[in-house]
């Protein structure tokens, strides 16, 4: 019995000195992230200000944020993958965080466009018909049948040439964005990613901590154990 | 919300107005149909309460999977950030602001592996 409990304190005593080393990598990992962070960000604030210095200190500000009347959709999404510990028989589960950036410039919908011109060329038919007499019913048909080859012409046209939004937030500040201000959002979407890369070092610096502090419970029972013993 | 459902969930900011600016400049932010933006401009007016209930709100929302909050503002809500330790997401990152540099020993994630190490553990 005490040959048992002295093999399971061994091997507790390994696994929480394997989980501390991991630790400490982590919070050494998580720190150097958060500095990088610190010097991409800074280097984005002081583009913004050279930007405000020369379009004025309101043209960069909080003002030209959305606000809560205006819907507004964001380019930067955010995927969080569960990943299983190395070396614990997939008990262990952290979040592995991914961000993606979408296409800022977005086609406008195709279908109400042609809807609305198929429903007035109708409407303009059924005016008509009510006046046409029966010789003109042959010429409605032909003509019917050019309407639509030409529908299809146009749709192919359209294709080519569709109607485009751009979402991309720079337009609030400026129509005609400087260079400092472009530099200042390339600065900002790498601060992104690399929030997502703390995020999954955090999560897998939180999972090692609630095991380790597991552990340490399990140790603190049985140490408990041997001194009654 | 179904969009972001469909395609990713949100980084949601808590800052002041630089860090708001310059995040949402990088393609972050969003106001959906209920007219509910992801993110909170601090600034000298705003109050520890509507800061904590911005907060609390980001919190219950299931399309949001990050807060970024500045270091000097999580400082005022750490009573709140420290209470919410079981849920992994959504995460919440401390980041540094224009004005007040990154202090690792007021991260709360990196002080609570901090203090799982103590004398009595190394016997």
Redesign the interface.
């Known amino acids: 019995m005490a040959g048992s409990i002295q093999l399971s304190r061994e091997a507790l005593c390994d696994g929480?000195d394997h989980l501390?080393l991991q630790?400490l990598r982590l919070?050494d990992q998580?720190?150097r992230c958060?500095?990088m962070?610190?010097e991409k960000?800074?280097s984005?604030?002081f583009l913004?200000s050279k930007t405000r210095y020369s379009m004025g200190t309101n043209a960069?500000?909080?003002l030209?944020?959305?606000?809560?009347?205006?819907?507004?959709?964001?380019?930067?999404?955010?995927?969080?993958s569960p990943v299983f510990l190395e070396g614990y028989k997939g008990d262990i589960m952290?979040?592995r965080?991914d961000?993606?950036?979408?296409d800022?410039v977005a086609p406008l919908p195709e279908e109400e466009e042609e809807g609305e011109v198929f429903e007035t060329q109708k409407s303009k038919k059924k005016g008509t018909r009510k006046r046409q007499t029966a010789d003109k019913k042959e010429q409605m048909i032909d003509s019917d049948n050019s309407i639509l080859e030409n529908d299809s012409e146009k749709k192919a046209s359209k294709k080519s040439t569709r109607k485009s939004v751009n979402r991309?937030?720079?337009r609030w500040?400026s129509a005609l964005p400087q260079q400092t201000?472009r530099q200042?959002?390339q600065?900002?979407?790498s601060?992104?990613s690399l929030?997502?890369e703390?995020?999954t070092i955090?999560?897998k610096?939180?999972?090692i901590?609630k095991e380790?502090?597991r552990l340490?419970e399990i140790k603190y029972k049985v140490d408990g154990g041997e001194k009654e013993e | 919300m179904s969009v972001a459902a469909a395609q990713g969930k949100l980084i949601a900011v808590i800052g002041d107005e630089d860090t708001c600016v310059g995040f949402l400049l990088g393609g972050i932010g969003e106001v959906n149909k209920k007219r509910e933006p992801n993110f909170l401009v601090v600034d000298k007016n705003t109050s520890v309460q509507e800061i904590e209930d911005c907060y609390k709100k980001f919190m219950k929302r299931d399309d949001i999977d990050i807060i970024l909050i500045n270091q000097n503002i999580a400082e005022q809500i750490r009573h709140v950030i420290d209470s919410d330790n079981d849920n992994p997401l959504p995460a919440v990152l401390e980041i540094p602001s224009k004005d007040h540099p990154y202090d690792p020993t007021k991260d709360s994630v990196l002080r609570r592996a901090k203090g799982l190490y103590s004398a009595d553990d190394m016997r």
């Open positions: 929480l501390a630790q919070m998580l720190i958060n500095m962070l610190e960000t800074r984005g604030y913004l960069v500000s909080s030209q944020l959305p606000s809560p009347d205006s819907e507004t959709e964001s380019l930067a999404n955010v995927v969080t952290y979040h965080v961000v993606s950036f979408k800022p991309d937030p720079i500040f201000l200042a959002q600065d900002f979407k601060s992104i929030i997502a703390c995020a955090q999560s610096l939180r999972t901590n380790y502090s340490q």
